[in-house]
C-alpha cells in the first residue's frame, strides 16, 4: 500500500476538503483525487462522498481512518529507528576487562547522554564483517595483521598504545624487581592460554618471540583470566604478560605484582575500525573524543611489529 496515498486520504478526511488537503500537502487538487481514487481501487471499496461543502466519509471511509492514523504512525516509527543519531550506537570492545572497555567506559562517562551498545565479537575478520554489513559501527582492534590488509571501505585511526606488563606470583624468580628488561625475560615461562592462531594478538605475540628471542607458552585449556591468576599466583615457575590498562581483581593471598617491561617497552597498538561512509553522528563524537584522549604513539623507547598500522 502506498503511504502518499494513506496520507493523502487522513488529510482530506480531516481537512473535509480536497482542496484544503492539497494546500496542506503542497500539491494539487488533481493530483489529491488521483491519490484516493488509487487507494480506493487497491482498497477495492468507496472513502468518500462529494457533497456542496466538500468531501464527507462513507462508512468504508470511516472505518478505515483510525487504520490509515495507525499506518503512518508506524511508518514513522520505522522511519525513527534508523535515522541518524536515534539509536544506540554499537561498538565491538572484544572483551569486557581489557584496554579497548577502557576507553569505551571513559567515552560513556564524558558523553553520558550518547546510548551505547557494547558487543564482544572475537577475532578481527567477525568484526570487520559486521562493520561492512553494518550490525555494529565500530570494533577496537591491532591492525593490521600480516597479509590482511583492510577493506578499502574500512576505515582506522590508531587510538591507545597500550604498555605490555609481567605478572608474577610473589615466588617468581622476578617477582621483587621494580622493572624488567626484555632480554631479562630470555629463557623465562611465560604462559599465555588465551593466544589463539589467526588473531590479531596471536600474529602481536608471534612477532615478539621471533625479535627477542622469548617463550610464551599457549598449551592448555583457556579458563579466562580469573584461572590464569590462580594458575600464576601458584606456579613460581610461570609468568604471564598483562595490557597496562587491563583490569584485575585478584584475592589479596595471591600477592601477585604487575612488574613494567623495559628495553624497549612492548605496546600492544589499539585501532577503531569503522566503515567510511557510516553516518551516526555519535561515531563522530566518539573518534574526537579518543583522538583528544590518546597521549600518541611510536614513542621513543617502544616496541611494535612491523605490520602495525603507523596511525
Given at each position: ?81 534508523v ?13 569486557s ?25 572475537f ?102 583470566s ?21 583490569r ?44 583528544a ?9 617502544t ?9
Amino acid at each position: 500500500m502506498d503511504l502518499d496515498t494513506v496520507r493523502t486520504f487522513v488529510a482530506a478526511a480531516d481537512a473535509g476538503r480536497f482542496q484544503d488537503a492539497a494546500a496542506e500537502l503542497a500539491i494539487t487538487q488533481q493530483a489529491v483525487s488521483k491519490r484516493i481514487a488509487a487507494l480506493e481501487r487497491t482498497l477495492g471499496a468507496r472513502l468518500f462522498t462529494r457533497t456542496p461543502r466538500g468531501a464527507e466519509l462513507t462508512i468504508d471511509g470511516q472505518a478505515f481512518l483510525p487504520h490509515a492514523r495507525e499506518l503512518l504512525r508506524v511508518a514513522e516509527r520505522a522511519v525513527a529507528s534508523v535515522r541518524a543519531g536515534s539509536r544506540a550506537l554499537r561498538v565491538d570492545v572484544i572483551a569486557s576487562r581489557g584496554a579497548a572497555s577502557g576507553l569505551l567506559r571513559g567515552f560513556h562517562r564524558a558523553h553520558p547522554e550518547i546510548d551505547l551498545d557494547v558487543v564482544m565479537l572475537f577475532d578481527i575478520e567477525t568484526a570487520v564483517a559486521a562493520i561492512r554489513a553494518g550490525t555494529i559501527d565500530a570494533s577496537f582492534r591491532a591492525v593490521t595483521a600480516p597479509g590482511r590488509p583492510l577493506p578499502e571501505d574500512i576505515e582506522s585511526v590508531r587510538v591507545l598504545d597500550e604498555p605490555l606488563q609481567l605478572l608474577t606470583g610473589p615466588a617468581h624468580a622476578l617477582a621483587s624487581a621494580r622493572s624488567v628488561t626484555l632480554a631479562q625475560l630470555t629463557g623465562h615461562r611465560i604462559w599465555m592460554p588465551g593466544i589463539v592462531p589467526g588473531t590479531e594478538w596471536a600474529a602481536y605475540y608471534d612477532d615478539l618471540v621471533a625479535e627477542f628471542g622469548l617463550t610464551i607458552e599457549a598449551t592448555g585449556p583457556n579458563f579466562g583470566s580469573d584461572a590464569l591468576l590462580d594458575t600464576v599466583a601458584d606456579t613460581p615457575a610461570l609468568a604471564t604478560f598483562m595490557g597496562g590498562h587491563t583490569r584485575l581483581v585478584w584475592p589479596a593471598g595471591h600477592g601477585l605484582r604487575r612488574i613494567p617491561v623495559t628495553g624497549p617497552t612492548p605496546v600492544y597498538p589499539h585501532s577503531l575500525l569503522w566503515r567510511r561512509d557510516n553516518p551516526h553522528p555519535a561515531l563522530a563524537t566518539l573518534r574526537a573524543h579518543l583522538a583528544a584522549a590518546s597521549p600518541g604513539h611510536g614513542a621513543a623507547g617502544t616496541w611494535t611489529p612491523s605490520w602495525v598500522n603507523p596511525r
